[in-house]
């Protein structure tokens, strides 16, 4: 059974840092991609990054600020960010889609977790 469980979200203030925790069961990072979205308040959800295996991958908006990491020993994906925005404010998703390379359709991602809130203000 895919699991996926957010973590890590808050309150930030702005050009903090914050480091969101994917904890997934049910399958293994080598057959499947794990993908990182965010949606703002009446915005339409937008991808971040992702990775697969040694792969990873970043929307060219997300280059510089956010970095994907994994440690298969705890089956856990991170997504770091720092110099946070008022416009980082969101809830984050990660998602899985089986037997796929790293993209960021998140249409063809099959397996979402509840997602996590990161609201930065000061």
């Known amino acids: 059974q895919v699991q996926l469980v957010e973590s890590g979200g808050g309150l930030v203030q702005p050009g903090g840092s914050l480091t969101l925790s994917c904890a997934f069961s049910?399958?293994?990072?080598?057959?499947?991609?794990i993908g990182w979205f965010r949606q703002a308040p009446g915005k339409e959800r937008e991808g971040i990054s992702c990775?697969?295996?040694?792969?990873?991958y970043y929307a060219d908006s997300m280059k510089g600020r956010f970095t994907i990491s994994s440690d298969n020993t705890k089956n856990t994906v991170y997504l770091q960010m720092i110099s946070l925005k008022p416009e980082d404010t969101a809830v984050y998703y990660c998602?899985?889609?089986?037997?796929?390379?790293?993209?960021?359709?998140?249409?063809?991602?099959?397996?979402w977790g509840q997602g996590t809130q990161v609201t930065v203000s000061s």
């Open positions: 998602a899985a889609d089986p037997w796929s390379n790293c993209h960021l359709d998140d249409n063809e991602y099959d397996y």
């Open positions: 049910g399958f293994t990072l080598d057959f499947y991609a």
């Open positions: 990775i697969r295996s040694s792969d990873t």
